[in-house]
């Protein structure tokens, strides 16, 4: 188990996260995304080509080639610089989107906003700084969101929910009182769209309603069964109290499957993303068909990215492929259709 100092930097924390997201097995022990459930109906008889598949869309005010995020990882660090500038290399060539990871790092060292500068390479990609919303209660405000949108030149916000890994966390920041007033007010003033994210353990009905009143302009459910962040700061505890405590969280949540379909519930109109688990193109066209607007993937991004940029590209090939012929055989020729899609629920 590694040993951090007490009080680690937050640069220092994001090269821990890295490097025990690539070494260790960081996945929920047995809490599943949900995704498995469900099965397309397979169409024999789609009436259509494979070439006439359109998987475009519109959200946010940009044109997005496919319902894809890349969503976010990390920031902050040397190492990070090379992984967000292949994932903006990857999202620019395939014109998908990409979210930065949390931007505290930088806000707090100006000298490490270059890990977060990706706009020389992916001009046109719709980009999303990253916040954490806990943040709100320790001194940020408008003046620091305003900040990490300008450090990124990106289109909107992120501001990520992670309660459980900041309680599990010997250093983390554990007050999240009083905090939908304050994300009211940055929705309200911010000059771009702020959209509400969890970093792997979902959002209830209710999270997702009172977040939609308070002005989001859209919900990133982040469900279980992929990544657990619990587990994460279990590899990073500095004593074993903390490793028993963290580790005792592995399989909380919801899992993603559920996630989308709560939001979806609890927030018709808004642009619901889905994240937390998913592994091919296959799954993302089951989140679309559960209820998503766009679905985002992380652990298989941070690898082929700690490759190369040549990996990303090709990882996003593969992913475009699989969403393609998943919405052929589901006879689903546009993304509309594909919500439409008939899901045969598995026992």
């Not at 005010?61 to 894809?68: S, T």
């Not at 304050?182 to 769209?193: D, F, N, Y």
């Not at 979902?202 to 009172?210: A, E, P, Q």
């Not at 308070?214 to 982040?222: E, K, L, M, R, T």
Request: aromatic residues 6%; negative net charge.
């Amino acid at each position: 188990m590694a040993k951090v100092t007490e009080q680690p930097s937050t640069e220092s924390r994001k090269v821990d996260h890295i490097r025990i997201n690539l070494e260790e097995d960081v996945q929920f022990p047995r809490l599943k995304t949900g995704l498995e459930r469900f099965r397309f109906m397979h169409q024999a008889l789609p009436e259509m080509s494979l070439t006439e598949i359109d998987t475009s869309l519109e959200l946010l005010g940009k044109r997005l080639a496919a319902p894809i995020l890349i969503s976010s990882m990390t920031g902050g660090t040397d190492i990070a610089r090379a992984i967000n500038r292949n994932l903006a290399l990857g999202a620019q060539a395939h014109q998908i989107a990409l979210g930065l990871g949390s931007q505290r790092a930088a806000i707090e060292d100006e000298t490490l906003g270059h890990s977060y500068a990706v706009r020389d390479v992916a001009p046109d990609i719709l980009l999303f700084a990253n916040v954490g919303a806990v943040q709100l209660n320790y001194g940020y405000g408008l003046a620091q969101c305003q900040r990490a949108v300008d450090i990124a030149g990106a289109d909107a916000l992120i501001l990520h929910f992670n309660v459980l890994q900041e309680a599990v966390q010997a250093e983390g920041d554990i007050d999240f009182s009083g905090l939908l007033n304050k994300v009211e007010a940055v929705c309200a003033k911010l000059p771009v769209p702020v959209i509400a994210k969890e970093v792997g353990w979902g959002f209830s009905d209710s999270n997702v309603r009172s977040l939609a009143n308070a002005g989001v302009a859209a919900i990133d459910v982040a469900g279980s069964g992929g990544t657990s962040w619990s587990e994460v700061e279990f590899h990073r505890a500095p004593t074993a109290f903390h490793a028993r405590v963290a580790r005792s969280f592995a399989d909380w949540g919801i899992p993603t499957a559920d996630a989308i379909q709560i939001a979806r519930g609890a927030a018709p109109k808004l642009p619901i993303f889905a994240s937390g688990g998913l592994r091919d193109g296959i799954d993302i066209a089951k989140c679309l068909a559960l209820g998503a607007d766009l679905a985002g993937l992380a652990s298989p991004f941070l690898r082929s990215a700690s490759d190369s940029a040549e990996a990303v590209n090709e990882l996003i090939r593969e992913l475009k492929a699989q969403l393609r012929i998943a919405m052929l055989c589901s006879a689903s020729r546009d993304l509309e259709a594909l919500r439409r899609a008939e899901l045969i629920p598995v026992d």
